[in-house]
């Protein structure tokens, strides 16, 4: 999607952290944006951050928590209502929980699942079918982590599963996507100068019950920001290239790399030798990828 001046997105989590560094660079870029997000603290922040820079009346807020469906379709109202459209859709709201996985319950898994890959699935199911219908193209963008590609060893099952579900959709969906004329791309960051160790003090009563990870939780809330951490409008700067040239994968740090390949070359060297039967067999049914 080349042009974003006088279109619109509609950012989930985008009160705080790498959603409003996204916000921040949309509007930059001549979008209005509708910043939905479930703290209201955030929100009067961000938007007295958009007064400062003289940009509000390209933004508008509305309270949302993406596990709530009915209230999904009620923002989605909202941002075309007030205006007219809805060009760029962007999964990002999700919590960081994080614990051994011996430790972890129900209400952790639920938590976990239901805001980090269910909200983005909410996302998906109440706009897909509108920007369709709106038939003026448009984007997608899944906010995962590294954590989907090279998930840390210990302490991260319920993180790292739902994040790799959010590139896997990414993926999947991005060829029928394209013909709508709308792009996808997943941001893979590393670690960002956020709000993130916040979210267990915000973990809605629902899930609190029966966790198993409280004691983390709290010690994480008085985690500092390293200074080496990024800054989550340098990611916004990046989505908007990302976006402009419908690239899938936004990676945000190269020191990665080395885990990544480690990791791809364990899995291909998994792959048996090529059954010259199997594939003639397969072909009929399934026929190769393209180069
Ligand atoms: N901070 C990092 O280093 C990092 C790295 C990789 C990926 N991410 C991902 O980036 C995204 C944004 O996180 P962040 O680090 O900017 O954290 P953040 O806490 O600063 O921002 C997240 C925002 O999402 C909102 N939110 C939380 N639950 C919500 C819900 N149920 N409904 C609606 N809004 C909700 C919060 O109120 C908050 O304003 C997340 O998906 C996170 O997993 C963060």
Redesign the pocket.
């Known amino acids: 999607m080349e042009q974003l001046e006088g279109r619109t997105a509609f950012i989930?989590?985008?009160?705080?952290?790498?959603?409003?560094?996204i916000a921040r660079a949309l509007v930059e870029a001549g979008m209005q944006v509708m910043i939905?997000?479930?703290?209201p603290d955030?929100?009067a922040s961000?938007m007295e951050l958009f007064e400062s820079l003289q940009k509000s009346r390209q933004v508008a807020a509305v309270e949302?928590?993406?596990?709530?469906r009915a209230g999904f379709a009620r923002a989605a109202d909202e941002a075309w209502a007030r205006f007219g459209g809805v060009h760029v859709l962007v999964?990002?709201?999700?919590?960081?929980v994080t614990g051994s996985v011996a430790d972890t319950t129900f209400a952790d898994w639920d938590w976990g699942l239901?805001?980090?890959l269910g909200?983005a699935v909410n996302g998906l199911c109440t706009f897909l079918p509108r920007m369709i219908a709106q038939g003026e193209g448009g984007h997608l963008v899944n906010?995962?982590?590294?954590?989907a590609i090279t998930p840390p060893p210990r302490g991260s099952a319920v993180?790292a599963t739902?994040?790799a579900a959010?590139l896997a959709m990414s993926e999947s969906i991005r060829e029928e996507l394209a013909e709508h004329r709308i792009g996808v791309s997943v941001?893979?960051?590393?670690?960002?100068?956020?709000?993130?160790?916040?979210?267990g003090r915000?973990r809605?009563a629902r899930y609190r019950e029966g966790s198993g990870l409280g004691a983390v939780e709290a010690k994480l809330a008085k985690r500092e920001d390293a200074p080496d951490?990024?800054d989550?409008y340098d990611l916004g700067r990046m989505t908007v290239d990302a976006i402009r040239a419908d690239r899938l994968y936004v990676v945000?740090h190269g020191e990665f790399r080395g885990w990544a390949e480690t990791r791809f070359a364990e899995i291909l060297a998994a792959y048996p030798p090529v059954d010259p039967e199997l594939l003639k067999a397969m072909g009929r049914r399934r026929p190769p990828r393209p180069e």
Do not use: C, M, Q
């Not at 989930?12 to 560094?21: M, R, V, Y």
């Not at 939905?36 to 703290?39: E, I, T, Y």
């Not at 999964?91 to 960081?96: E, I, M």
């Not at 941001?187 to 979210?199: D, H, M, S, V």
């Open positions: 989930t989590g985008g009160a705080s952290g790498i959603g409003l560094g939905a997000d479930l703290r955030h929100i961000a949302l928590d993406v596990t709530d999964n990002n709201a999700g919590v960081g239901e805001v980090n909200g906010t995962a982590s590294l954590s993180y739902a994040k959010l941001l893979l960051p590393g670690p960002f100068k956020t709000n993130i160790r916040e979210a915000y809605p951490w990024a989550p945000t």
